[in-house]
């Protein structure tokens, strides 16, 4: 079992920087791969970063490419989400979920998910 708690939501303007935490607590956090998923109001939950379990690999979906960076410090049971530039665009309720296979961008595969931290960008 692992417990996963987001943080560092907020409401900033548009080209404003956040920066999510996701803290982990319980099975050892460096077995599961992680992914950053957002969900904004009318639309499906979709993918926006993920990391590997050592950190070694990440990818990111195209809307985000550039602008955001996924880091994990497997010492403190942590997974970062810095966000730069940020948009109107990326308004969403932004959730971090654990999976303990291989880094995926498929959300029914992921075995964790924390409650989720409020992401809003005005223009």
């Known amino acids: 079992q692992v417990q996963l708690v987001e943080s560092g939501g907020g409401l900033v303007q548009a080209g404003d920087s956040l920066r999510l935490s996701c803290a982990a607590s319980g099975s050892p956090f460096s077995r599961y791969a992680v992914g950053w998923f957002r969900r904004a109001p009318g639309k499906e939950r979709e993918f926006v970063a993920g990391i590997s379990w050592n950190g070694g690999r990440t990818h990111y979906s195209d809307s985000v490419k550039g602008r955001f960076t996924i880091s994990r410090d497997n010492a403190k049971n942590t997974v970062n989400l810095q966000m730069d530039s940020l948009k109107p665009e990326d308004t969403a309720v932004y959730y971090c979920?654990?999976?303990?296979?291989?880094?995926?961008?498929?959300?029914?595969?992921?075995?964790?998910w924390g409650q989720g931290t409020q992401v809003t960008v005005s223009s």
């Open positions: 979920a654990a999976v303990s296979d291989t880094l995926t961008t498929a959300a029914r595969l992921y075995d964790y």
